[in-house]
């Protein structure tokens, strides 16, 4: 049993090799200039202080042969899997499917939707594509995960009110234990992060628990 000291109250881990490192939406088209995220006019770099906890989540993770998922939001480039409301949506001055810098907006693999290099995804950890904001919608996550016998979910990735949030409280309503790791999430808008991390630990962690990834790392044996 491992106990990881975070918000509201010890986060337990009865058997570390049955929980998962889920690493969300880490890609270009929300990190980097040309993308997804810079199209609707949000502040890119306010992601980027995410990027070194998760990289050192990953590290610990493959070291411990650990579960590590990443996922990744795009649509099939004839956007079949894109509702007309979320391809209306927003401000952007480039829309979903139209030509970028970095290839077609939010289109699965073009060079934009990729991962980030820093980030990128060694053979033998799963890629989940998804066509929403929440990974278990219209995946095969919930699945995968029952049939791994995984319960417990240590939750990273942007942006921390869209696809993080909605994809934990899918989670927890599904009966996964899902702990956020605070460093290791960003928002383009820091004052909805900060609101996240308090409703997802509030009234005894109604969503889950939040943690430091160094509380993480040291509770799993890892150094700083
Ligand atoms: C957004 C995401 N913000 N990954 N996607 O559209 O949070």
Redesign the pocket.
């Known amino acids: 049993m491992i106990k990881i000291p975070p918000q509201p109250c010890d986060y337990e881990l009865p058997d570390p090799k049955k929980s998962a490192l889920i690493v ?2 880490m890609q270009r088209d ?1 990190m980097e200039r040309g993308g ?2 810079d199209s609707l006019g949000n502040d890119i770099d306010a992601l980027r202080p995410a990027v070194k906890p998760i990289s050192r989540l990953l590290e610990l993770f493959r070291k411990l042969e650990l579960m590590i998922i990443h996922t990744v ?1 795009g649509h099939a480039p004839d956007l079949s899997d894109c509702p007309p409301s979320k391809l209306r949506r927003g401000e952007a001055t480039l829309k979903i499917g139209d030509p970028g810098p970095m290839g077609r907006i939010l289109i699965l693999g073009e060079p934009g939707n990729g991962i980030i290099p820093e980030l990128a995804p060694r053979a033998g950890e799963k890629i989940l594509t998804k066509p929403g ?1 929440g990974a278990f919608c219209r995946t095969e996550l919930e699945l995968f995960l029952r049939e791994m016998g995984i319960t417990p979910l240590i939750i990273t990735g ?2 921390t009110e ?3 949030q909605t994809t934990m409280r899918e989670a927890n309503d599904r009966g996964f234990e899902c702990l956020l790791v605070e460093d290791g999430t960003e928002s383009y808008f820091p004052a909805f992060k900060h609101s996240v991390l308090q409703m997802v630990r509030a009234q005894g962690g109604i969503v889950g628990w939040t943690a430091m990834s160094h509380n993480i790392i040291q509770a799993l044996g890892g150094g700083q």
């Open positions: 969300i939406d929300f997804f995220g939001e904001k942007v942006t869209v696809c993080v």
